[in-house]
C-alpha cells in the first residue's frame, strides 16, 4: 500500500494508504537528515494501517540521496526553507485529505516548527527538532524557527525533547514553551531517543510515551 510518487515540484515521496481503504485525515513526515529510507517506509505504512491516515514522506535532498551524513550536515546551510517547507505543503496536498498533521525528526523536526508559520497544518510535532538554527546550518535561506512558530495563525505545536539533546538547549526549549507550544521532556533522553528503534538512544518506554502524545495531539 506504499508507493512512489513526484510532488509538483519534482520533489519525490512515499505515499502510504491504510490496508483498510477508509481514511481519516492525512498526515506528513519530514524525515531526518538521513533522508527516505526502509525505516520511513515502515513508519508511514503503521500510522496509516493504525490510525486510518494517507501518509506522505517527502525526500529531504532530492537529487543527491547519495551523499554521506557528513555531506548531509555540510549541505543543510544551503537549503532554502521556501524549498523545504514548499515540499511539506505539497506532500499535504498529496494526501488528498482536508485535515492533514505533521510530523518532524530531528532536521525535519525543525522544518515541522517552520512549517507551521504556513497554517497549513492542523498540528504540527517536532521531535527533537533545532528551535534555532544551528551555527553551522546558519545562511540567508534558512530563517528562525521560533519566528515561524509566532507568526500570525501558525499552526499548533508539540515539541518531544530529550533533555540531553544538545541540538536543543534548555534555553531554547524554554523559548519554544514560551510561545504556547506544548513541550514535552524527557529526562535524560539523547537526540534521536525516539524514531529509530536501532540508534543507541533510543529509548522504548519514553518512545512509547512520545508516539501515544503526539498522536493524541494530531487527533484532538
Known amino acids: 500500500m506504499i508507493e512512489t510518487i513526484t510532488l509538483p515540484s519534482g520533489v519525490p515521496a512515499r505515499l502510504a494508504r491504510p490496508a483498510g481503504g477508509a481514511t ?24 496509516a494501517d493504525e490510525n486510518g491516515w494517507v501518509v ?64 497549513r497544518f492542523s498540528g504540527c510535532v517536532a521531535f527533537y527538532g533545532m528551535i534555532r538554527v544551528p551555527e553551522d ?19 499548533p505545536v508539540l515539541a518531544v525533547i530529550g533533555t540531553n539533546d544538545p541540538y536543543t ?17 524527557y529526562e535524560g533522553a539523547e537526540h534521536g531517543f525516539v524514531h529509530d528503534p536501532s540508534r543507541p538512544a533510543h529509548r522504548p518506554d519514553d518512545a512509547a510515551d512520545a508516539w501515544r502524545r503526539a498522536i493524541a495531539f494530531l487527533q484532538a
Open 56 to 119: 506522505c514522506a517527502p525526500e529531504p535532498f532530492p537529487g543527491r540521496e547519495h551523499m554521506d551524513l557528513g555531506e548531509r550536515m555540510a549541505a543543510v546551510g544551503g537549503l532554502v526553507d521556501g524549498t523545504q517547507v514548499g515540499a511539506l505543503v505539497e506532500a499535504a496536498d498529496a494526501t488528498g485529505e482536508e485535515r492533514v498533521g505533521l510530523i518532524g525528526f530531528c532536521m525535519g523536526g525543525m522544518y515541522s516548527l517552520k512549517a507551521s508559520g504556513t497554517g
Open 169 to 185: 538547549p534548555a534555553g531554547d526549549v524554554d523559548d519554544l514553551e514560551a510561545t504556547g507550544a506544548e513541550v514535552v521532556r
Open 24 to 47: 481519516t485525515a492525512g498526515l506528513v513526515i519530514a524525515p531526518d537528515i538521513g533522508g527516505l529510507r526502509p525505516l520511513f517506509d515502515d513508519l508511514c505504512q503503521r500510522l
Open 137 to 155: 546550518w546558519k545562511s540567508e535561506g534558512q530563517g528562525e524557527p521560533l519566528e515561524a512558530v509566532t507568526t500570525v495563525g501558525a499552526s
